[in-house]
């Protein structure tokens, strides 16, 4: 099936940084979301992107659906201990198709 | 708005045993999908339904993992027999329809493992 690359892997960062990942796809994507799930727990859905090109902001979140159409970002600004967890990208081709996820990275951030 | 149901939280089985697993929707939500999360991955869809219809069951080992929806809001994951590499956090999520704007909530999971 369709496979995302998503990296870093992992990610130790000090509070207060600004955190980067990103997501990359072999083929188009028509929606991209990115989850955050912590220990114990299901995802949660962060940010939806539905346009090439689109920035989308949810608190200290920024998400942008690349260009290409085949690649995502996300950041974190100011990173505080609660942002600890991992982070999902996930992408659909069309309506039709099912989501698929990335294999996450994982943010420790010390304080 | 009440989120996704699962139960059970945990379970432990014996390889050969069975298993069973189950998921309410968020009320009104039309999609309903089971995903597989093996430690360390991201999410494997294993089953779609749209209403009490199956619309992808592609990745679904069919020897042995089967799943209903018959009124098309609960549904049941069965596992039977299970095998060591069943191991795995198992998801439930649900869509409000299918189309390429829908969002996915998922529920806690069910993490299983198999001794």
């Known amino acids: 099936g369709q496979q995302l690359n998503q990296s870093p892997q992992s990610m130790f960062i000090q509070e207060g940084e600004d955190v980067s990942m990103n997501c990359t796809s072999s083929s188009i994507f028509n929606t991209w979301l990115w989850y955050k799930q912590e220990p114990g727990e299901g995802p949660v859905l962060l940010i939806a992107l539905y346009k090439a090109g689109e920035l989308t902001s949810n608190g200290r979140l920024t998400a942008q659906f690349g260009i290409t159409r085949k690649d995502s970002f996300l950041n974190i600004s100011a990173s505080i201990p609660s942002d600890v967890g991992i982070y999902f990208c996930?992408?659909?081709?069309?309506?039709?198709?099912?989501?698929?996820f990335g294999k996450g990275t994982r943010l420790s951030v010390i304080a | 708005e009440a989120g996704v149901a699962q139960s059970p939280r945990y379970k432990i089985i014996e390889k050969r045993q069975s298993v069973a697993f189950w998921c309410n929707p968020i009320?009104?939500?039309?999609?309903l999908y089971w995903y597989q999360q093996i430690l360390g991955q991201g999410p494997k869809l294993l089953i779609q339904f749209q209403n009490n219809g199956v619309v992808d069951d592609s990745q679904l080992p069919k020897d042995r993992f089967s799943a209903e929806r018959l009124k098309g809001v609960d549904s049941t994951l069965k596992i039977q027999p299970a095998k060591l590499e069943d191991s795995a956090v198992y998801l439930c999520?649900?869509?409000?329809?299918?189309?390429?704007?829908?969002?996915?909530?998922f529920g806690s999971g069910t993490q299983l493992s198999v001794l």
């Open positions: 009320s009104g939500h039309a999609t």
């Open positions: 996930a992408g659909r081709e069309s309506g039709n198709t099912p989501l698929v």
């Open positions: 999520a649900s869509g409000s329809h299918q189309s390429t704007n829908e969002k996915l909530f």
